[in-house]
């Protein structure tokens, strides 16, 4: 199994797209507004079973999570397949030093670009007469002059081209800024900034170097806060805000603070609680904790005292030190997975009703502190917070709560750590200990036997026939890379024809390369080997000789990629005209759907005709 099919089988597409996209069920798929154009009726479809997608909008296009990131986050494949592994813990195999070379240029170019934007940011906060809504704002949260140059605060202003021009006239190009994050393209060519009048919060790694930017509206528009999209060296779930400035403090103070907002770390580094870092409004993750880890085993998350501090705490399966297989989420807590092994700390702090972190600090210092010295174990805030939505008088709730808690305690392997906890859910509840003891022995034995299984089925794919090539895909690159002399034909290959991410970035790179050497340089080392295999498959001795024959092979595999496409593209329509009529979906979606179904018959029509084939059910074509 290749990388590329690994990280397909590892990742679920719909929770990768639903983290750009808002998804709505739609049968058995999922739909919403198409991210790539505007668009006021769906017609951007996820489809789990197939692992794709497809807007039967103004886009016409579609495909799977590689090609999705690529296009909304405009990276090349590299980058896409860096990012994706990453977040599906799928190791790649060392790059080339050629590549190296070219991945670390691309990387230091985009460090260049937002240290550049950042400088420029801030300077037109401090001198701008443009900036002056963003000054006065900053002047009322009580924010210094050299906290605002400590942390190169920044102002954004309304024009729709104000950055692009900058990073351009000092010598960046245009597609560096869009691979930044900072330029957006415009629907049918050109592009604009994607930071307009807001204030700026440069977001820097421990090194100190800026990987992407936050932004507060200064007027009533939303979103208020919006943050640089993925990129090369930009991932909010593994950056914290101020950890460069607090790494010193979180060493010297053995703690680290982590609140929820950019405005909260100024104000605490302000007034002199600088072992303090911002999760940036996220629960936090197994990643932020491994960063924080290097420096301190002891960790105090600050959250609002509203249902949404409840919320991310109840997400915060995601405090791990190790990350072990996601089971099914519990209604109410979901899957909490502490883990003390290492010895790692987290307690929690409620802040005031009504208040932010950094309100607290500049009212009253001493109510902060009193805060740290009361701050919680998560696992005790947990109990204390679930328990106290039970009816101590209903013997039901009683067992309901018992049964949400239960996977919380299963993950402890301190046996003492565990003892405990067993002994306050009772006395909580107060109900006799040994009740607990057998419910919890009971859910030990039941999740023992459901591991054993699923590790038993993780040898096998789960559909297998998704993460597979295509073999007229693969005959059809073989022809192209093995007689160059069909590089001259006019052969009406688009890249859409090639549904694997694989097979259709080395199409792409063929199209750019006419030459071995430069091909296999511009392709990612994960295909090194794929090339090799395609350029060492066999052709009989008739075809190899004959010039005729290559073409006429050549031909006969366009014609089929495009029914493969046309037929996948009908299927897929007519599923959904199925679901939308059972569901009664709006005439006008109806009709659409109706009018794109009978186009792709046609364009399946004109396929075979064009080519003397006769229209065969699509049953005796198994491609």
Excluded at 115 to 136: F, I, K
Excluded at 373 to 384: G, Q, R, S, V, Y
Aim: hydrophobic share 40%; charged share 30%; net charge negative.
């Amino acid at each position: 199994m290749s990388v590329i099919d690994e990280i397909k089988q590892k990742l679920d597409i719909v929770e990768v797209v639903s983290e750009y996209v808002s998804l709505q069920k739609s049968g058995r798929n999922f739909k919403a507004l198409c991210p790539f154009h505007a668009e006021k009726t769906p017609s951007f479809f996820v489809f789990p079973e197939r692992q794709s997608w497809h807007c039967f909008g103004a886009c016409g296009t579609g495909g799977d999570i590689f090609s999705f990131l690529i296009k909304k986050e405009g990276l090349d494949f590299s980058q896409a397949l860096r990012l994706l592994a990453e977040k599906a813990n799928v190791t790649l195999a060392a790059p080339s030093s050629m590549q190296k070379g070219a991945e670390d240029k691309k990387t230091e170019n985009l460090f260049q670009i937002n240290e550049a934007a950042a400088e420029y940011y801030h300077h037109l906060l401090l001198n701008a007469s443009a900036g002056e809504t963003a000054r006065n704002y900053i002047a009322q949260r009580g924010i210094s002059l050299q906290t605002i140059k400590n942390f190169q605060l920044g102002f954004s202003p309304e024009g729709w081209e104000v950055i692009r021009q900058y990073l351009v006239s000092k010598g960046h190009e245009e597609t560096e800024l869009l691979a930044a994050g900072l330029i957006l393209e415009r629907e049918g060519g050109g592009s604009y900034d994607r930071f307009r009048n807001r204030l700026m919060f440069p977001i820097r790694d421990i090194q100190g170097r800026v990987v992407g930017f936050g932004a507060r509206t200064l007027d009533e528009s939303l979103p208020k806060y919006i943050n640089s999209p993925q990129t090369l060296i930009f991932d909010k779930s593994s950056s914290l805000y101020g950890i460069d400035r607090a790494k010193t403090a979180i060493r010297r103070d053995n703690l680290a603070i982590i609140t929820e907002g950019y405005m909260d770390v100024l104000t605490a580094h302000q007034h002199g609680i600088e072992n303090t870092v911002a999760a940036m409004g996220t629960a936090l993750t197994e990643k932020q904790i491994s960063i924080l880890k290097k420096l301190t085993k002891n960790l105090i998350q600050a959250l609002d005292a509203d249902a949404a501090g409840k919320q991310a705490i109840s997400r915060s399966g995601e405090m791990v030190d190790k990350v072990l297989p996601v089971p099914p989420s519990v209604d109410g807590y979901g899957w909490v997975k502490y883990e003390d092994a290492q010895g790692v700390e987290v307690k929690i702090i409620i802040l005031p009703p009504g208040k932010d972190l950094d309100e607290v600090i500049r009212e009253d210092a001493s109510q902060w502190q009193k805060l740290i010295a009361d701050a919680k174990p998560m696992i005790d805030f947990i109990l204390d917070t679930a328990i106290a939505e039970v009816n101590l008088g209903n013997a039901k709730d009683k067992s309901s709560v018992v049964e949400k808690l239960l996977p919380l305690l299963s993950e402890m392997k301190d046996p003492i750590r565990q003892d405990h906890y067993i002994q306050k859910l009772a006395q909580l509840l107060k109900i006799d200990e040994g009740a607990v003891r057998d419910a919890f022995a009971r859910f030990r034995a039941i999740e023992k036997k459901r591991r054993r299984n699923k590790d038993f089925r993780s040898f096998t794919p789960v559909i297998p026939a998704l993460f597979s090539s295509s073999p007229v895909e693969e005959y059809c690159l073989a022809l192209l890379l093995q007689f160059p002399e069909l590089r001259l034909e006019d052969m009406r290959l688009q890249p859409d024809y090639f549904e694997h991410s694989g097979n259709r970035e080395l199409f792409l790179k063929w199209q750019q390369n006419d030459e071995y050497v430069s091909l296999k340089n511009s392709l990612d080392s994960t295909l090194h080997e794929y090339l090799d295999n395609l350029l060492a498959k066999t052709f009989p001795p008739s075809l190899k000789e004959s010039k005729v024959e290559q073409q006429q092979a050549l031909n006969d595999c366009i014609v089929r990629l495009q029914e493969k496409r046309l037929r996948s593209l009908e299927a897929k329509k007519e599923e959904l005209l199925a679901m939308e009529a059972e569901t009664g979906g709006l005439a006008a979606q109806l009709a659409k759907l109706e009018e794109q179904g009978i186009e792709e018959s046609k364009q399946l029509k004109e396929v075979f005709s064009k080519q003397g084939h006769r229209h065969q059910p699509a049953a005796r074509r198994s491609e």
